[in-house]
């Protein structure tokens, strides 16, 4: 089928930097204590409006702040922390350091959204809504600037409480988006079930797009397939200008990449986005 046949062609294009990660051994236990000393810090990575290039909203990207190993991926410890029954620490920090960060930003006149990734294991636990919402209050960003940004393979979970809690979240009015989109997994009756506001279009179908044609079909259809549901569109892994450009004119409506500007600290967010729009796109 088409769809097989994408499937195989994306495969063999993602240069995944998980792969690379998953190299980096860590155990259970080290991860239990660095949670215990909250050794993570969470880096920032701004996206961007299509039509005009104003900063719409930052994803937070956790890193693990080894002190012997220096910053650990996460890739190379998410998926051990949903194995382990720790991503629940996990995701608390993340979110607590994110919004304090966004408190700050707000003070400074900087005011993008901020989108935070969940895992399906994260969403199954039942008190994170309220949880959410009381951090959120506490630090005074409205849920609606608030994304939560769950992969299209975990997006298409069966597990009752998880498709709870993504519902409650929507409910509170919290944004909901489906990462790493159009790798495949889902179907539109799958995706529909699930009241999201955007969908991530996967870096697999979008780095380099500009130099290779027989790819532009399958990121335009990807598009359209967002369209279809009702989605915002959001390009991740954006590179070069062409691809930029591309995007542009496919109609893609944000754009995330390192064109834009790689993950960086907290401290240096304001001063991107106050300084920015002197570089042009
Ligand atoms: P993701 O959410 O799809 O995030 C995008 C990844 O692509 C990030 O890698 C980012 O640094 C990288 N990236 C951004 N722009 C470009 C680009 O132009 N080119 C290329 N080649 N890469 C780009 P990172 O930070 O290593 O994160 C990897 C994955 O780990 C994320 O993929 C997300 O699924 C997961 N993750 C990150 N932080 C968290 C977290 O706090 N909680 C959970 N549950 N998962 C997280
Ligand atoms: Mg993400
Ligand atoms: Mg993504
Ligand atoms: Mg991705």
Redesign the pocket.
């Given at each position: 089928t088409l769809r097989a046949c994408v499937q195989r062609l994306l495969v063999r294009r993602a240069?995944s930097?998980?792969l690379g990660?998953r190299a980096i051994h860590v155990t259970a236990e080290e991860l239990r204590q660095a949670i215990a000393l909250r050794q993570f810090v969470?880096?920032f990575?701004p996206r961007l409006r299509g039509a005009d290039g104003s900063l719409t909203a930052v994803?937070?990207?956790?890193?693990w702040q080894h002190p012997q190993r220096g910053l650990i991926?996460?890739?190379a410890f998410?998926p051990l922390?949903?194995s382990a029954g720790l991503?629940d620490g996990?995701?608390g920090l993340?979110l607590e350091m994110s919004l304090a960060w966004a408190r700050r930003w707000h003070e400074a006149g900087v005011a993008p959204s901020i989108s935070?990734?969940?895992?399906e294991t994260?969403l199954k636990n039942a008190h994170l809504p309220n949880e959410l919402l009381a951090l959120a209050d506490e630090y005074g960003i409205p849920p609606a600037r608030i994304l939560l940004?769950v992969?299209e393979s975990d997006a298409i979970t069966e597990a009752p409480a998880a498709l709870e809690t993504l519902a409650r979240l929507r409910l509170m009015e919290f944004g909901l988006s489906i990462?790493?989109f159009g790798t495949g997994v889902a179907t539109p009756d799958q995706l529909a079930a699930v009241p999201f506001t955007e969908a991530?279009i996967?870096?697999s179908l979008?780095?380099g797009v500009s130099d290779q044609p027989q790819y532009v079909g399958v990121l335009a259809q990807t598009l359209r397939q967002a369209r279809d549901l009702g989605l915002k569109t959001v390009a991740?892994?954006?590179?070069s200008k062409a691809d930029w450009e591309l995007l542009n004119e496919l109609g893609c409506d944000e754009m995330?990449?390192?064109?834009?500007a790689?993950?960086m600290p907290g401290e240096e967010i304001e001063g991107w986005a106050l300084g920015w729009h002197r570089q042009p796109l």
């Amino acid at each position: 089928t088409l769809r097989a046949c994408v499937q195989r062609l994306l495969v063999r294009r993602a240069a995944s930097p998980i792969l690379g990660a998953r190299a980096i051994h860590v155990t259970a236990e080290e991860l239990r204590q660095a949670i215990a000393l909250r050794q993570f810090v969470p880096y920032f990575q701004p996206r961007l409006r299509g039509a005009d290039g104003s900063l719409t909203a930052v994803e937070a990207l956790i890193r693990w702040q080894h002190p012997q190993r220096g910053l650990i991926p996460p890739g190379a410890f998410i998926p051990l922390a949903d194995s382990a029954g720790l991503i629940d620490g996990i995701t608390g920090l993340v979110l607590e350091m994110s919004l304090a960060w966004a408190r700050r930003w707000h003070e400074a006149g900087v005011a993008p959204s901020i989108s935070v990734n969940l895992t399906e294991t994260a969403l199954k636990n039942a008190h994170l809504p309220n949880e959410l919402l009381a951090l959120a209050d506490e630090y005074g960003i409205p849920p609606a600037r608030i994304l939560l940004e769950v992969t299209e393979s975990d997006a298409i979970t069966e597990a009752p409480a998880a498709l709870e809690t993504l519902a409650r979240l929507r409910l509170m009015e919290f944004g909901l988006s489906i990462d790493d989109f159009g790798t495949g997994v889902a179907t539109p009756d799958q995706l529909a079930a699930v009241p999201f506001t955007e969908a991530k279009i996967d870096q697999s179908l979008v780095t380099g797009v500009s130099d290779q044609p027989q790819y532009v079909g399958v990121l335009a259809q990807t598009l359209r397939q967002a369209r279809d549901l009702g989605l915002k569109t959001v390009a991740e892994g954006v590179e070069s200008k062409a691809d930029w450009e591309l995007l542009n004119e496919l109609g893609c409506d944000e754009m995330q990449g390192f064109y834009v500007a790689r993950p960086m600290p907290g401290e240096e967010i304001e001063g991107w986005a106050l300084g920015w729009h002197r570089q042009p796109l």
